[in-house]
């Protein structure tokens, strides 16, 4: 593992503090889970948005014949 430092303003802990009660599990615990969830949720658009940038000119006639 590597330490990372990670600063939040008073708000921002104070919310994270109070999911963390509500869930049962530490602060650290649920900020690992945000940033997990970011990063795949970052990843799967990052794909969609790759595939239809290259694939989706390919059929845009077919697609247009469909939409009259």
Same mark, same amino acid.
């Given at each position: 593992c590597m330490a990372?430092?990670?600063r939040l303003d008073d708000a921002e802990t104070d919310a994270l503090r109070k999911r963390a009660e509500h869930e049962g599990r530490s602060m650290?615990? =649920?900020a690992r889970s945000a =940033?997990?969830? @970011?990063?795949? *949720?970052? *990843?799967?658009?990052? %794909? %969609?948005?790759k =595939? %239809? @940038?290259?694939? %989706?000119?390919?059929?845009?006639e077919a697609l247009d014949?469909?939409?009259?």
């Open positions: 990372m430092t990670l650290q615990e =649920v =940033v997990r969830e @970011y990063i795949e *949720s970052r *990843s799967k658009r990052d %794909l %969609l948005d =595939v %239809l @940038y290259e694939e %989706l000119p390919r059929f845009a014949r469909l939409g009259r």
